[in-house]
């Protein structure tokens, strides 16, 4: 769940809810001087002084005269809960509607044949990218991988959805989640690429059509079964015949995979 006083991470939480509120219900565009006093040590005073400096931080500018009133009938608690509750939904909604497709620049990591691969009785498929063609595989961007996890959206970005001058962009902050992984995953050298549901199935996934000339090549776990790679074989035989096809080796003396054309 998204929590948007703790995604803020500016220090000013129900302070920034409280003003949110208040903006949702003054629409006239008033400019002015601001009446209300409050130190700006206190977290409103910081905005009110915010707001007097950068006017143009301000969606539809409004008055603070009446603020006073509005803050002692403001319940922060049932408004921030109100808030959440609605945020989170929202990003929820949001994510049932993204699909997000991973892939490896390499194919010898042998972490990633255990976590991936059925600990080696699997397979990799490699993918060619077709220039000139709009498809997904052409815009695959590289995975950042960083000690910090990325922020939900910068002060800024959510000062202006607060006050309705801008809207907060979710795909675009969806795009620095689904890019970013911890620098422990580094080694998998991972590329992604997102897109946006198309189908109405409810599942969170979805099948996209690949051309065969995408499919270049197939590599064989070091422990695959018979049985799987004989039928592997025959379908890339019957359907897919400019596939290469390799098999995998264990080293006998280092921690390493070799890889032999068979096909």
């Not at 929820?92 to 972490?111: A, H, K, P, V």
């Not at 000690?147 to 970005?157: A, I, V, Y």
């Not at 309705?164 to 620095?176: E, R, T």
Request: charged letters at 30%; hydrophobic letters at 35%.
């Amino acid at each position: 769940m998204i929590h948007l006083t703790r995604l803020l991470n500016c220090g000013l939480d129900s302070t920034l809810l409280k003003l949110q509120s208040f903006f949702g219900r003054n629409q006239q565009v008033i400019h002015g001087t601001v009446e209300y006093v409050c130190p700006s040590t206190t977290k409103l005073g910081w905005l009110i002084n915010y707001f007097k400096e950068n006017p143009d931080r301000i969606g539809p500018y409004i008055t603070f005269e009446n603020v006073s009133a509005e803050f002692e009938e403001f319940d922060p608690k049932a408004t921030a809960e109100r808030i959440l509750e609605e945020s989170n939904q929202a990003w929820l909604e949001f994510l049932r509607n993204e699909r997000i497709f991973c892939m490896s620049e390499i194919y010898d990591e042998i972490l990633m044949w255990s976590h991936y691969a059925d600990h080696h009785r699997g397979a990799v498929i490699e993918f060619k990218c077709l220039p000139g063609l709009d498809r997904a595989f052409n815009v695959a961007s590289k995975v950042n991988y960083t000690r910090m996890k990325p922020k939900f959206g910068t002060f800024d970005q959510w000062f202006d959805n607060s006050t309705g001058k801008k809207p907060i962009d979710n795909w675009d902050l969806s795009n620095q989640y689904s890019f970013t992984k911890s620098y422990h995953w580094q080694y998998e050298k991972e590329w992604r690429f997102a897109l946006k549901k198309t189908s109405p199935d409810e599942a969170l996934y979805e099948y996209r059509d690949i051309l065969p000339q995408e499919l270049s090549a197939i590599y064989l776990g070091c422990r695959i079964l018979e049985d799987d790679k004989q039928r592997i074989l025959q379908l890339r035989k019957r359907l897919l015949p400019q596939m290469r096809v390799h098999q995998a080796f264990m080293d006998k003396e280092e921690y390493k995979l070799h890889f032999e054309r068979i096909l």
